[in-house]
């Protein structure tokens, strides 16, 4: 009965210590919770942006943006911020330490999934409230698509950031393996041309990949459509595979 109560306790610790860290941190509070919100001001500070243009069915650059920054927040804080941060503790013994004491090393692994979830999440909502103060974006017209939507996003991205971790012996190659796949899931999500600008052939490959489906669910829930089944299918896909390769070669040591 002790250790039941104090299990939850010694994790809501562990969570709290974690939030923190996570705000004396200056560059992750940038990159995950601020950095989306200023690319999307400025992209939208573009004249051109804010004018509707017919190859987006009469949407602007701007209403296509704010579900690309929306991603980029989870995307930056599940393949840079939790593998460093993880692989850094695990550099340091602090994972094998923890392993002597009443406070499980996997406490630690979902308080990390949790921080850079939430902080995902907040992104998120700062990028969809600057793009409806400031330039007049639509709020999702299908919010509960979209809300799943966006919770699959996340799951994926933090699925990706544990594999990541598994594979990363040092800080140092978590950083490099890190940059390496940010920038595919970024192109992918849209960051340098959104999904409905791209060639179908493109288009159709980047929708298998988890966050250009992400991003097709995004819009087409943003629409006033139920994301299509296919997309939400294809995000649960890679969690579940990313989730189980996680699992199997991650190591606390």
């Known amino acids: ?6 299990t939850p306790v010694l994790n809501a610790a562990v969570l709290r210590s974690e939030i923190r860290l996570f705000r004396r941190e200056p560059g992750g509070i940038f990159w995950v919770l601020l950095f989306p919100t200023l690319l999307l001001a400025v992209l939208g500070s573009i004249p051109s942006f804010r004018e509707a243009d017919p ?7 701007v209403d296509a943006y704010v579900p690309v920054t929306v991603l980029l927040g989870l995307i930056v804080g599940g393949v840079q911020g939790m593998p460093q941060t993880l692989t850094g503790y695990r550099e340091q013994g602090i994972l094998r330490r923890m392993a002597t004491t009443p406070v499980r ?65 040092t800080t140092k190659i ?3 393996v890190g940059s390496a796949a940010l920038f595919p899931a970024m192109f992918c999500a ?3 041309l959104p999904v409905q600008a791209m060639p179908d052939l493109l288009a159709d490959i980047v929708g298998w990949t988890p966050f250009g489906a992400a991003a097709e669910a995004l819009n087409q829930a943003a629409a006033g459509a139920w994301p299509d089944w296919t997309h939400l299918a ?11 390769a996680a699992a199997r070669w991650f190591r606390w040591e």
């Open 1 to 6: 009965m002790t250790t039941s109560v104090r």
């Open 234 to 244: 294809v995000l649960a896909a890679w969690t579940l595979l990313l989730t189980a």
């Open 174 to 176: 978590a950083g490099a």
């Open 105 to 169: 090393a996997t406490a630690l692994l979902g308080a990390q999934m949790l921080v850079y979830g939430g902080a995902a999440l907040l992104s998120a909502l700062l990028s969809l409230a600057v793009g409806r103060l400031a330039f007049g974006v639509r709020l999702p017209r299908q919010p509960l698509g979209y809300l799943l939507a966006l919770v699959l996003a996340v799951l994926v991205a933090l699925a990706l950031g544990a594999v990541l971790s598994a594979l990363s012996r």
């Open 55 to 61: 190859a987006f069915g009469g949407l602007r650059m």
């Open 190 to 192: 849209g960051v340098w």
